[in-house]
């Protein structure tokens, strides 16, 4: 677990989730359906518009993402 998820959870303890509909695990789950709307130029965000919501309200999912995105755009010579 790393720090942005334990401040996430901390946060979420206090104020209430964001995104109720929306759990960090289950945007998670998305992540990668998501991304490969993106790289397929569809609208991801009408598509799983509840995870689009928690990827605005939740920066360690969005780091999730946005790595994962960035990996799948360099191409399969940038995987380790
Ligand atoms: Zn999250």
């Known amino acids: 677990m790393n ?19 929306l759990t960090c695990d289950e945007c998670f789950e ?12 569809r609208a991801a965000a009408a598509e799983l518009p509840l995870m689009h ?4 309200g939740c920066s360690a999912c969005r780091d999730d993402h946005d790595s994962l995105l960035a ?7 940038a995987v380790a």
Do not use: F
């Not at 990996?71 to 010579?77: H, I, V, Y």
């Open 3 to 21: 720090r942005a998820v334990e401040l996430n959870a901390w946060r979420e303890a206090v104020v209430g989730p964001t995104d109720p509909e």
């Open 30 to 41: 998305l992540i990668d359906a998501c991304v490969e709307l993106e790289l397929a130029g």
């Open 53 to 56: 919501a928690h990827l605005r």
């Open 71 to 77: 990996l799948l755009r360099a191409g399969p010579g």
